[in-house]
């Protein structure tokens, strides 16, 4: 009779019970990125145990009991430690299945959905792995009361197509069991854990690539005449723009954490390398720019030549249409072409000064070819500005490609 059934584990029930835990994975839903701590799972959750009183004579070996019945035995405390949220399901009916055999072996199976906690660490995001735990133990039994071991080939999964990770890659599962201390006992732990692998496809089409060729775009510019300063402008400041819009858009898509994940410092030097490129037309246009003498130095030089340093058979002199071979009036200085090296020479010089003041420039940088040599190049590196293009075209692919070895290889391998 229903009365007649234990309800409770019984006094002088001096053994501890023995719980065999058989859970069945059914399916795990999508991971919320924007909730880093939680995961929704599917499992039908079997507890086998043995209860004496429960024995009984008859024919019949197994007795199938409805959901009615479960309130009228005792059945264990298990709880979900690490569960946020969970509810059985009861359409269309209570998804409950009570088993007894005639030895008092008694099998019960439920089916759960179950919200837990899982911390992932997105540090190699979105190369990241992680083992999600979902953890359960007696609630008010100590392991001198109840002891949780697993059966063998415990811990079922169903088929993948049935999962719907669309982010992740289940790689499987693994189950281990632990004494945990307490205030209130020693209490039996059992663990299992979800590994999963996340998927790339989705951030290589709308992060990696698109960054890659931004910054290859960027390159352009070293092939561009530097008198096309429009050109390169133009090319510089909307590679870096694009730069920013897509690490603006590969933020969203991850949760706001502290730390730098694998992502973020791929487009960072994404970004860098851009910026670089044009930060390389300023420092070409800057130095490579001849700064022309003050006006009034120029315009002496013009109306006062020292006559000692003109070659006459160089100078031309061009008169206008008003002006007759016999008019003994100088035309104006604007019509005296000045083709005299030894002039240019000076002018040039005036520019090379002028282009070597400061300490960094003199340190580094050659306008022209004069500054080859002197006593100021003795156990300095000598870079001529004008070829800054030529020594970007193979820096910024060279050092962008070994950056891309390293990166991959590091967190894919290693």
């Not at 520019?351 to 050659?366: A, I, T």
Request: charged share 20%.
């Amino acid at each position: 009779m229903p009365g007649d059934l234990p309800r409770s584990r019984g006094e002088g029930y001096r053994r501890g019970w023995l719980l065999g835990m058989q859970p069945r994975v059914s399916q795990s839903q999508t991971w919320q990125e924007n909730k880093l701590s939680e995961y929704q799972i599917d499992i039908f959750f079997a507890q086998t145990w043995t209860d004496s009183r429960l024995r009984f004579n008859s024919t019949m070996k197994i007795l199938t009991l409805n959901s009615n019945m479960v309130g009228l035995i005792w059945i264990p405390d298990t709880i979900f430690r690490n569960s946020k949220t969970a509810e059985a399901h009861w359409i269309t009916t209570p998804n409950q299945l009570l088993r007894i055999w005639n030895d008092g072996k008694i099998l019960y199976t439920l089916r759960l959905t179950i919200n837990a906690e899982c911390q992932l660490q997105l540090h190699n995001f979105p190369m990241d792995e992680h083992s999600c735990p979902l953890i359960f133990s007696s609630y008010g039994y100590p392991k001198e009361e109840m002891i949780y071991r697993w059966r063998k080939n415990s811990v079922e999964a169903a088929d993948q197509k049935s999962w719907r990770l669309y982010q992740f890659d289940f790689m499987g599962l693994r189950n281990t069991t632990e004494i945990v201390t307490t205030s209130a006992g020693d209490y039996v732990v059992m663990t299992i854990y979800f590994e999963l692998s996340r998927r790339m496809g989705y951030f290589t089409i709308q992060t990696y690539i698109p960054c890659i060729l931004t910054v290859v775009l960027s390159w352009v510019s070293f092939w561009i005449k530097k008198d096309a300063t429009p050109a390169r402008t133009a090319l510089g400041i909307t590679t870096v723009l694009t730069m920013t819009t897509l690490s603006t858009i590969a933020r969203k898509s991850l949760p706001r954490v502290s730390y730098v994940t694998a992502m973020d410092l791929f487009v960072t030097v994404c970004f860098l390398f851009v910026f670089a490129a044009l930060m390389e037309y300023a420092t070409l246009n800057y130095y490579s720019s001849c700064r022309k003498p003050t006006t009034t130095k120029k315009t002496t030089s013009l109306l006062h030549p020292d006559s000692s340093r003109w070659i006459p058979e160089r100078i031309s002199l061009q008169a206008p249409s008003n002006y007759s071979l016999l008019d003994m009036r100088p035309p104006p200085p604007a019509m005296i072409t000045l083709n005299n090296s030894v002039y240019w020479q000076e002018f040039e010089d005036t520019c090379v000064y002028e282009c070597l003041d400061g300490k960094d420039c003199q340190s580094f940088f050659c306008c022209y070819e004069e500054c080859k040599s002197g006593s100021w190049r003795k156990g300095r590196i000598h870079i001529d500005i004008l070829e800054l293009d030529s020594y970007s075209r193979v820096f910024f692919p060279t050092s962008f490609l070994l950056f891309n070895l390293v990166y991959w290889v590091g967190y894919l391998y290693l």
